[in-house]
């Protein structure tokens, strides 16, 4: 791919990662005592002292730290890469058989670690579970409702079924709600004490 979209592929998975990671402290879900097994963990610590106590202030510290030495990283392998082929042109970036744009092997591996640590310890955690499959109900029974009864559609809505389909429309007007949105439209359709 161009190099635009090797840069924006990287900076969304260090932010994600990076993001994810800050939830889970402040969530609950992650604590120091889990993460202290992970090599970036250490890498971070070694290197900015910014670990212990991890109380709000040096978490926050610690995730900046660890962004910094994410793009550090990303910088020094992306310039070497660059190096070694020396491009002339956008297109001898895109012709390369890998990305250009990325981490050093040792950092690749470090945030394996980390998103493997993330799924197990808060992606698959039972709380974001429970919260998951209840949103999945929550949109599912929206959606039944929409499909089986499109009058409750709003007007200029139901006026793109005969162009679009019932259930492109449905998902697209459910996609446009906010969350709050979605949450009142749902007690719209089954709240009995509700108003429509």
């Not at 005592?33 to 610590?45: D, K, P, T």
């Not at 670990?51 to 709000?56: A, F, G």
């Not at 793009?71 to 250009?100: F, G, Y």
Request: proline share 5%; net charge negative.
């Amino acid at each position: 791919g161009s190099i635009e979209a090797q840069i924006a592929n990287v900076s969304d998975e260090l932010a994600y990662n990076a993001h994810d990671l800050d939830d889970g402290f402040q969530s609950g879900l992650i604590t120091a005592a889990q993460v202290r097994e992970l090599e970036i963990w250490r890498y971070v610590c070694d290197r900015s002292g910014e670990c212990d106590p991890l109380n709000e202030i040096q978490r926050h510290l610690f995730i900046r730290e660890l962004i910094g030495f994410e793009v550090m990283d990303m910088l020094n392998a992306t310039t070497a890469r660059l190096e070694a082929i020396k491009p002339q042109s956008p297109q001898d970036i895109q012709r390369q058989p890998v990305a250009i744009v990325g981490h050093s092997d040792e950092f690749k591996a470090m945030n394996r670690a980390l998103k493997d640590f993330l799924y197990a310890n808060m992606y698959y955690h039972y709380r974001i579970v429970r919260m998951k499959q209840r949103a999945g109900r929550f949109l599912s029974d929206v959606f039944k409702s929409y499909v089986e009864e499109p009058r409750q559609l709003p007007n200029q809505y139901q006026a793109l079924v005969p162009e679009h389909g019932l259930h492109r429309v449905v998902a697209d007007y459910i996609a446009s709600m906010t969350d709050r949105g979605a949450l009142l439209e749902y007690r719209h359709l089954f709240d009995p004490l509700m108003r429509p």
